[in-house]
């Protein structure tokens, strides 16, 4: 058999970030208010200032700090993988590779962008991280960056994840973090939504008001960190394709199609963007695909337009694919990928024909989830089942077309924490959702009301 | 800063397991009716022949049969890392360098010897396995193995667990297998425990003789596995120790101290039993070190005298340090320590002053667990705490001494499926408990009547 594994060494992990900025700059976000320009003042009351102005930075490559490169190391370079078993499972003529950012210690990704984070604030003289959470990957991520640094750290957390999954909490507090339900009493939009419902289930862009709040009403002593969505979240998370670029020139081949999953857009960001350099750059014609659940579908379904990117409306407003602000998607399993919005770069990218989108139901992608973990031992997240289901339609499209291609997906996070919803899907009780058109269209008429440039 | 990770390639695999039996050959188990020396007929009812030829077999060398090299590529070479940054915290001359076999897809070490023995029952043309699972690591692994091969895999999960800790079961079942609660009605065994009180937490112990029993009354259907304690299952886990050995030498240093956490043995002997041989064959002077729970202290407060391997007194009848088969000890957090026996081999070489045994209290071994994961963002499982505490106890010695001894220990699992006793832990409610000497001593009264040889 050829081989399976194509692992790098620690002195194989690269020293720079990918700056998509530099291949494709994207409009810059706007005042909630005046509707300007957001400049680094505002900015700099909720963010850290190295952070700023990686969001701004025009270079094509972007060092990474030797601290963050050293804190890299416990989990990077992680594998690429040839998924043999699965090919052989599909009865595939395609080649399919997948890298696994499970084995982070969180089990995700996030880790990724939650040391460089830390970092940063941690060099200007910052005490304590505010953020959201939903299922709990991101939280878990930033509690693990902020204690390698000394830093705290305040996560609002969904409450219909924060009471049904409190692993992820217990995780987050091992790290020594301040976890609570989101909405909160704590601050003023975490108020105005309990007012509503006592008992409000809460959704990401509550719990991001939320956190932006506790930041800028902490007089400097606090910042915002975001898991996803911003350019120096996909930036950090570039260490995943630059790696799996590497990776693939040992394995002798070249991908065809690269897919990630999408919700914020940061994974996605992750392992595609290089590739997407390679396309711009150096002529090579790479698919690159996001996949989205069907139940919360921004990239197939939304509008690329102006918007805000938190529930209350405090955040700035950007110019992306969204389904409106006040979209809330039904409870589906894959909490990470329950946004309204896109991240701005990953909207331009759809926007100019650079990349595809496609949309698919959970019990689809857990059936294939449930196929990928039986061949290949790996029981991916939910997120990242729609990564898997997406690359087995396309092996499944090879196999009918008799076509070899050659198909990379990022395999984002482990789902040792999410079996609770194996064990629905089991018992056939994961729900199908029709595409939630008249929520969408009831959503996209409550949006800023920008002059489009 | 120096090297962190030292990680192989797929090529440097090891080709073959260490069979300790070549250099120090322990007692023939005894039947346990006619406490004469089971034969191959005898156990050849409930376990793969391939199995028992391995627990016989007297060569160095066993050759890793392909199919099993090619599934643990799916997670191994396994990452041996320095500790850097634990070394720092507790300001230690000592290097300290970690094996990580929680990376495996279901977390923990127990995926090395469930691949093998799936791969022996399906040679021989066998059509499933039963066994027996505390918490559910080894059910999980054995899970996986089985659903590898397309064999049955019917799991008797300690009641207390089965209710307590869901996730394990819905991962078993994810991959396939069928899993009940133990004692369960499915057998004599169970069916007798559950007379005695019919809301029975139930024991390894008890569910090994279910186990035992449903393959044995099968008619040739079903085999018998056990996730430890036996030869051929210490040996599949050397592969842990090559790889390390291989993996000391990139970092130009050779091991002062090795160290495991012991239950049945089978991480320990991972581990350990490559630098057992180093000890033996080679001229190394290298301290080994098991650790146990206080609650359950096998090697370092039990009896080296035949007793009986399960609770009901249908297992075979071994030489080792036993609490006795009655005893029952006391529901710590690391259940997969919670067993009367030690593996023959471990018990010989204690016997013999090959390795030294150590006991620590869960509440220690929890505060020890989470400096580790604070440090190096892994947070270990339960039974992983007792190896890491006890690296960290030699840490500080070698501080106060002012030694630079180098320190292995194995990472035998992640945590991810035990946040509930990190909870439990963080808000106190970890019992401390003595050392249980009057059960041992009751326990004890009740051994076979075996004329030591």
Request: hydrophobic share 40%; aromatic share 8%; charged share 20%.
């Amino acid at each position: 058999m050829s081989r399976t594994r194509f692992d790098l060494s620690e002195s194989d992990l690269p020293r720079s970030w990918y700056n998509l900025n530099a291949d494709l700059p994207t409009p810059a976000p706007l005042h909630p208010v005046t509707h300007q320009p957001v400049d680094l003042a505002f900015m700099s009351v909720i963010s850290p200032r190295g952070l700023i102005a990686q969001d701004m930075a025009r270079e094509e490559a972007i060092e990474i700090p030797e601290p963050v490169r050293e804190l890299y190391k416990l989990w990077r370079p992680t594998p690429l993988m040839r998924a043999h078993r699965l090919e052989k499972v599909l009865g595939t003529p395609a080649h399919i590779y997948y890298k696994n950012e499970g084995v982070s210690p969180v089990g995700s990704h996030k880790a990724n962008t939650a040391v460089a984070q830390a970092f940063y604030l941690k060099e200007e003289g910052g005490k304590a991280f505010t953020t959201e959470t939903g299922a709990g990957q991101w939280g878990s991520a930033l509690s693990m960056g902020c204690n390698f640094f000394g830093l705290g750290c305040e996560v609002y957390m969904v409450r219909l994840s924060y009471n049904q999954k409190p692993f992820r909490r217990f995780v987050m507090e091992s790290y020594g973090a301040q976890v609570y339900a989101s909405p909160s009493s704590r601050t003023a939009a975490g108020r105005q939504f309990l007012a509503l419902d006592p008992k409000h289930p809460g959704s990401l862009g509550m719990a991001i008001s939320e956190g932006i709040e506790a930041a800028a009403t902490s007089s400097g002593a606090k910042k915002y960190s975001l898991g996803s969505f911003l350019p120096h979240v996909l930036l950090h998370q570039t260490v995943i394709g630059e790696e799996s670029l590497k990776q693939m020139e040992l394995a002798n081949e070249y991908p065809d199609i690269v897919i990630g999953c999408a919700g914020g857009g940061s994974n996605f960001a992750g392992i595609t963007f290089p590739f997407v350099r390679e396309n711009l750059r150096h002529g090579q014609r790479t698919r690159i695909i996001a996949v989205e659940p069907s139940a919360c579908p921004t990239l197939t379904r939304g509008t690329y337009t102006w918007d805000s990117a938190d529930a209350a409306g405090i955040a700035p407003i950007c110019k992306m694919y969204t389904l409106g602000h006040g979209f809330v998607p039904p409870g589906i399993h894959a909490g990470g990928l329950r946004y309204h919005g896109m991240a701005p770069q990953v909207s331009a990218l759809l926007a100019g024909g650079h990349i595809e989108a496609q949309a698919f139901d959970q019990v689809d992608v857990f059936e294939s989830g449930l196929l990928f973990g039986r061949a290949e031992g790996v029981l991916p997240a939910p997120e990242s089942n729609h990564a898997v289901h997406a690359a087995i339609m396309e092996a499944r499209q090879c196999t009918l077309r008799g076509e070899r291609k050659v198909i990379l997906f990022n395999l984002s996070g482990h789902g040792n924490f999410d079996m609770m919803s194996y064990a629905a899907f089991a018992r056939g009780e994961l729900q199908r959702y029709d595409h939630p058109q008249a929520a969408i269209d009831e959503a996209l008429k409550d949006l800023p009301n920008i002059v489009q440039a």
